[in-house]
């Protein structure tokens, strides 16, 4: 038996491309590629054929709508503008609202609730963030399991039974979920650089309140705050899969008669206002230092939210970002580098980068990257990384909008941000920019002097970063193999 027999397929192909590589000389090594390489890299970029439909109800609910027919089921997602930034004087109430939804209706406990779904096949999934609550179903399409389950996602909404007795036990949930996220140093760093960049805003506090609100959410409050919020007005409804147009209509119009509609006016969530601290470090005992960076930026639907986009995936967005190449390919200093940007509805985003370190190079890594970050505004990407970020987005675009579930998300996000009906627009967007078109926008947007910093992990003796070794950053892009083209197997 040959002692490579038992590598898998990938490591045999490397063993063989560099080993000929080898033989053919360095020049020809570098030259030589698949000639499907070649061919899948000149693939245009072609939308896809999906239809998006929508309309909004009399009652002022907006509905978007795709119909797929590969698999005989759909999913919903279902969101009020009811998110932690709508607490008020009570930080937790809407987190508390949300946790008591589907704690019981006319007839049913919250056990009574999942063993329905359960029986009818259907999986049932909520989330919360500072904007909005989040609800999402998975039935089958058949009438016997469609129905049934609509009519069970229907009551939960419209029929709480928002009981005083689940009221404690709701409370000491969220209780809970603080102590798990102050146990979390990412978490941690993460919440404190929101705390600091809008100190003064609901976005500043963590979604699940605080002790002191949660003490303070009564029953009336949570009635009310449901009566308020959950109303026709303030929902969304996204609908994929095995529907015709009239099944999705009729779903939409049913949800939506069934809400609340409260006679008040909606309450505009609080802008997010900077504060004047520009790093912070939490002392924790741990081995790892977390470090997050993180700007004010522009709103989801802002006309350079694409650029600001790029540059942060150009900077920070991963394996090939150039944070990854400088502190792990060069460095060998962090596992991971990943960039992201939080949309606030309060009509701002927040860009963010987040990486950990050993603890003794955590203030070395700290001014490394603000000085990455500093010549990165000044000179922008080049040119290489700009085309291998379009072509990076072109593949990622279609792995990861095949599935229903990937598709709702995307249009999700559509109904969410108001964008326009296509499911392909943000790639699009990105595929038209140029280089100047980025460094134009992260100088409108971004500034040097604003970059916010906190570090959380434990406070040892400093050393200096080792020394960079020669790594070039498109050498991933040339070839999944980053075998030296001189090594040949024996």
Known sequence: MSKFSRLPGWVLMCLSATAAGADAGPEQARTSRLQSLGEVEALEIKPRALQIRGWKTLTGTKVLFVRTHDLPMFDIHVSFAAGSARDGRLPGLAATTFSLLNEGIPGKDLSAIAETFDGLGAQWEMDIDHDRAVFSLRSLSDPANRLPAINLLTQIFSEPLLSEDRLPPVKNELRAALTAEQGDAADQALQR?????????????????????????????VKDFHRRYYAA?????????????????????????????????FEASATATPGDLQTSHLELALKQTHIVFAQISVPRRHADHAALFAAGEIFGGGSNS??????????????????????????????????????????????????????FLRDGPTALELEHLKRRLANRNVRTSASNRQILARLAEINRYDLPLDLDYTMQQVQKLTVDDIKLAMNRHLSADRWVSVTAGATVEQQPLPASLPAAVDQAEESMCRADTGFVAS
């Open 193 to 221: 650089i929101k705390k600091l960049l809008a100190p003064d805003s609901p976005y500043g506090l963590p979604v699940y309140g605080t002790e002191s609100g949660l003490s303070a959410v009564s029953r009336a409050a």
């Open 322 to 375: 150039r944070l990854m190449n400088e502190l792990r390919h060069k460095r060998g200093r962090v596992y991971d580098a990943y960039g992201a940007t939080i949309h606030w509805s309060g009509g701002a985003g927040l860009l963010t980068i987040a990486l950990q370190t050993g603890n003794s190079f955590s203030a070395s890594t700290v001014a490394l990257v603000r000085g990455m970050l500093n010549d």
């Open 233 to 265: 007005r303030h929902a969304q409804i996204t609908l994929v899969g095995d529907l015709t147009l009239e099944q999705a209509q009729a779903i939409s119009l049913q949800i939506s008669n069934a809400l609340p509609t409260p006679p008040d006016s």
